[in-house]
């Protein structure tokens, strides 16, 4: 495969196929990471607003223009409504504050972070909120459906602040819901995908009704080991013997073939890392191909297993059961 993007739906806008991902780039470091990545070659960078560093994020990439790096046209931002802001009355706002932090006129692509409307955290008591209420111990939910929020989003398209609108963290039925009403379908849809939890099935459909799929923790546990027991517990996937002989076959690095894995597929990937190598190498995966064998190699890895689970936060909450 040599192309290096995906067309969206309905804008046909180019979407490539290698981002950066913002989750846990620490606030101290964020704006020259940003710069860095975008330096390296990264058009793409995926934030959310739980990840608390859209203003570094955003100083990184006004200073990588102000210095002649891009222009504003060739990076696709990406970022995400958070829980607490589902409410009818509180999509703007919330997505007016993301916008401003990030110093941008528009956004690419801003999705939906989970299907999971949570009671509203005014800014000034919390921000970001995360998931539970300021001193709260137990999530709130509030009764704002999907079929509320997402004319939200559209109308943000409309109003051209918006480019595309997707989904992360939905299932089946509830896109089979959303599409039931919806003006405009989600882009893309954004979930745990690796070798452990392919979700041949979700993926297959989901691109079948012409929305993308962006694949998250494409290596796995890695990011999850200081978070959940499953983190702790799996092996790693970039040590994994299956992946390991793949990449030595083919010269490759362990992380290029979980990457290279991924897009064979049409999934976009976003991963993650502060290391100018590590950047450099997660982007370079569009000169070579994996085989047959080496696919069947890696199939034999899928375990159903996930990391990024809200119960396994200990948030009362099986969303995926
Ligand atoms: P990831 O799979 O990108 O892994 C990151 C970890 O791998 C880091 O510890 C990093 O140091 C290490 N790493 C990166 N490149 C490496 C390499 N070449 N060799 C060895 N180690 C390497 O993990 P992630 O951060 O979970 O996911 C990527 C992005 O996906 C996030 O930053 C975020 O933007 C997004 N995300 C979204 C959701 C969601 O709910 N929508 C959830 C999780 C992550």
């Known amino acids: 495969m040599s192309r290096d993007y995906v067309a969206l739906n309905r804008t046909g806008d180019k979407m490539p196929l290698v981002g950066f991902g913002c989750w846990k780039v620490d606030n101290k470091d964020a704006e020259q990471i940003i710069y860095d990545a975008i330096k390296v070659g990264y058009r793409l960078f995926d934030g959310a ?8 994020i955003g100083r990184g ?7 002649g790096l891009v222009k504003r046209q060739d990076l696709f931002i990406v970022t995400k409504l958070w829980n607490t802001f589902h409410g009818k009355e509180h999509v703007r706002e919330a997505f007016e504050k993301q916008r401003q932090e990030l110093g941008l006129d ?3 692509l801003f999705l939906i972070h989970f299907p999971v409307p949570l009671k509203f955290v005014p800014f000034d008591k919390a921000y970001p909120p995360g998931w ?7 999530l709130e939910y509030e009764r704002s459906p999907i079929h509320q929020t997402w004319p939200e989003m ?7 602040l918006v480019r595309n609108i997707g989904i992360s963290n939905f299932n089946v039925q509830s896109i089979i819901e959303l599409l039931s ?3 405009y379908k989600p882009a893309t849809l954004q979930v745990e995908n690796h070798p452990y939890l392919p979700q041949k099935r979700l993926v297959e459909w989901v691109q079948a009704q012409e929305i993308h799929i962006t694949a998250y923790s494409s290596f796995g546990p890695g990011s999850y080991i200081e978070l959940t027991e499953q983190g702790k517990t799996a092996k790693p996937l970039l040590e994994h013997e299956n992946v390991e002989s793949i990449a030595k076959k083919h010269g490759k690095t362990t992380g290029q073939v979980l990457l290279r894995w991924a897009i064979e597929r049409d999934i976009a990937v976003i991963p993650k890392s502060v290391h100018v190598e590590r950047m450099r190498s997660n982007l370079d995966i569009f000169s070579w ?5 080496d696919r069947k190699t890696i199939s034999k890895l899928d375990l159903g297993l996930r990391f990024n689970d809200p119960d396994s936060y200990g948030f009362d909450l099986p969303l995926f059961s």
């Open 49 to 56: 607003c739980d990840y608390g560093n859209e203003k570094e």
């Open 61 to 67: 990439i006004a200073r990588a223009i102000k210095d």
């Open 106 to 108: 528009y956004i690419d």
């Open 132 to 138: 539970y209420q300021p001193g709260g111990n137990k």
């Open 154 to 160: 559209e109308k943000l398209v409309d109003d051209g």
């Open 181 to 183: 009403y919806c003006k």
């Open 289 to 293: 191909s994996l085989t047959d064998e």
